[in-house]
């Protein structure tokens, strides 16, 4: 069945209203489904305020007092990639016998590889509401990570097939820059964006681009600041001559994107305008915080002319993704782990394979996944660990003969007090960004073909990004191909406070508030009026073609990466400080790597579980 908004509005909202959180409905109702669940998603009310509470209002649990419950080889604290693949590392080193507890504050398992599902008269439909993709496994994936993708099931040559990279092109959509009237004066979408330098062959072949200056006249902005533009690509001028390679190096990563357009390419603000969120995200911060010479690397204009050694290699294409994006890493983890909650044992089957969240946390099973427990005290006993976690409102302890914290970093200091100085602080300096993705269900989209665009970014706007989901059918799942069925639109939206002098963590900061303020009804109005505005001329109407939204709200979102305009540049040290293995306690988590990607929370989970078992 679809779901309308006034379905929503006396569905869920309600039952939110009413004092239900979605972790409650599903306790509540333990038949429910979390990836069904539509509104307010990804780290959702009844997720964290018992952290808040601890952390921001100084609350004391008290688990001291309470007696242990049960005994354990191994509690890992963090139900996405990284604790799901520290449990099955510490599996395989220490026995099939070995038991283990995962504990996740969330209603499902995943982390921030969220799955999402609508059903629209009869159909399913699949998207991503986090970790999206498997980034080039051919030269980012350590052998550690290659390694389990193999033994999940995964042939990344798959890929190759499911996702058909001519199906956009081949009816003639291309990406876009849709410029709001905000910031430009008016409301203007432009069709037929050129690739950016650093894309692979076939992407330019089959980008269905305009020249770029056909391209930059459609922009609302002045003559002069369309010229300034176009120089930008000129390869025949350098605004650093006279200075080293070395010294232009230093520049770039000493300055902004935005001053460097402004103050050294001599741009207008219209010109960096048209540049300040298209980094957001990648980032999570607009130009005007991300260094230049990160800028150069990928591949905005305005650096052909410094005579610089080339930028990196260009990136393997972005086609390694499932329909629910790394979701289905996630699922492969839980069935190899607990292999009664789904049928199945392949990277296609999983795909459609039911779970039952019930069978997540049975007794007599090794491993058990226990969802809506937050941890909230962790402390070495001599030969044990001490896990105190509430669920459901109540306070439980459990022991464990070693511990892997695989959860936020910044969380880690509050929940184990024995930590040394230094390496709290360490810990604390992983500010994560905040950032929203929502999935749209519309019940068709003849508007997108009819502005002949599948992927719209917005630079100015309060969504950076719209587009078509990724064309992949795998494992019995089949993408929309015709215009007439329903698909699911993805958008992106990374709060911040941009052109403030403010450094990153500030930014972040003030970004996360701004999301734990907003609504669900906050964010449908957003999405409403921007879908309406970026697509009416192609017939779009919210109020009759939306049919469902999910909004993933993650105040805690990727993993601080270090910023050369902020951060020393011996951050490598700070990660290392933050990793450091305490008595029976390890950790993990891509915080511990200082990026957020798959591959690197498989490593730190590989790490931790060196550190404990060899």
């Known amino acids: 069945m679809s779901i309308s908004r006034r379905d929503f509005l006396n569905g869920v909202a309600l039952t939110i209203a009413a004092g239900l959180t979605p972790a409650a409905q599903v306790l509540a109702a333990p038949e429910r489904y979390p990836p069904a669940l ?65 504990l996740d504050n969330h209603d499902d398992f995943g982390g921030h590889a969220k799955r999402n599902e609508f059903t629209r008269d009869g159909r399913l439909l699949i998207g991503y509401g986090g970790s999206e993709s498997i980034d080039s496994p051919q030269t980012q994936y350590s052998d550690v990570a290659k390694a389990l993708l193999r033994e999940l099931g995964v042939d990344v040559a798959r890929f190759e097939t499911a996702f058909d990279r001519t199906f956009y092109s081949s009816l003639g959509l291309a ?48 003559p002069a600041s369309k010229d300034q533009l176009i120089a930008l690509y000129d390869a025949a001028r350098d605004p650093l001559a006279g200075k080293t390679a070395q010294e232009k190096l230093g520049i770039l990563r000493r300055t902004s994107y935005r001053d460097y357009l402004t103050r050294i390419r001599g741009c207008s603000d219209e010109v960096a305008n048209c540049f300040q969120g298209r980094p957001l995200g990648f980032f999570g911060l607009g130009c005007d915080a991300v260094p230049a010479a990160d800028a150069r690397e990928l591949g905005y204009p305005g650096f052909d002319g410094l005579g610089l050694p080339g930028r990196a290699a260009t990136r393997e294409p972005y086609i390694y993704h499932f329909p629910d994006g790394n979701a289905s890493l996630a699922r492969l983890l839980v069935r190899s782990l607990v292999p009664e909650v789904a049928p199945g044992h392949g990277m296609d089957d999983v795909v459609l394979a039911a779970f039952d969240y019930g069978k997540l946390d049975c007794d007599g099973e090794t491993v058990r996944i226990r969802l809506d427990s937050t941890c909230l005290d962790v402390r070495n006993a001599g030969e044990r660990v001490l896990v105190g976690y509430v669920r459901n409102g109540v306070s439980h302890r459990v022991e464990a003969k070693h511990a ?149 709200r993650w105040p805690h979102g990727y993993s601080y990466v270090a910023n050369s305009l902020y951060d020393e540049d011996d951050y490598e040290s700070v990660l290392e400080r933050a990793r450091q293995k305490v008595g029976r306690v390890a950790i993990a988590n891509s915080d511990a790597a200082g990026d957020a990607y798959a591959h690197l929370a498989i490593a730190e989970a590989a790490r931790a579980v060196r550190e404990l078992a060899g």
């Open 38 to 102: 539509t509104g307010l998603r990804g780290q959702h009310p009844g997720s964290f305020e018992f952290a808040h509470a601890q952390a921001l209002e100084g609350k004391h649990f008290g688990f001291e007092g309470l007696p242990v419950e049960e005994a354990y080889d191994l509690v890992v604290v963090g139900g996405g990639i990284s604790g799901l693949a520290a449990a099955f590392f510490y599996r395989r080193a220490a026995g099939p016998s070995a038991r283990i507890l995962i």
């Open 175 to 222: 990406r876009g820059l849709f410029f709001a009237r905000e910031a430009f004066g008016r409301d203007t979408l432009v069709t037929g964006e050129p690739p950016a330098a650093g894309t692979d062959e076939i992407a330019h072949r089959l980008a269905n681009a305009k020249p770029l200056a056909e391209f930059v006249a459609a922009f609302p902005i002045s």
């Open 404 to 552: 892997v914290l695989a959860c936020f970093h910044m969380t880690i200091p509050y929940i184990m007090p024995e930590l040394a100085a230094p390496q709290r602080e360490a810990l604390a300096r992983n500010v994560k960004t905040p950032l929203v993705y929502t999935n749209v269900l519309v019940r068709d989209w003849h508007p997108w073909v009819q502005l002949g665009v599948h992927d719209i970014s917005a630079p100015m706007s309060f969504h950076s990004r719209v587009k078509l989901d990724f064309p992949v059918s795998l494992g019995g799942y089949r993408h929309p191909r015709d215009p007439s069925e329903p698909i699911c639109l993805h958008l992106v939206h990374v709060p911040g406070a941009p052109n403030r002098g403010l450094d990153a963590r500030t930014q972040f900061r003030i970004g996360r508030a701004r999301l734990l303020d907003m609504t669900f009804a906050d964010f449908e109005d957003k999405i409403r009026d921007e879908l309406d505005r970026m697509l009416a001329e192609g017939g779009f109407s919210s109020a009759r073609d939306i049919a469902a939204i999910t909004v993933n």
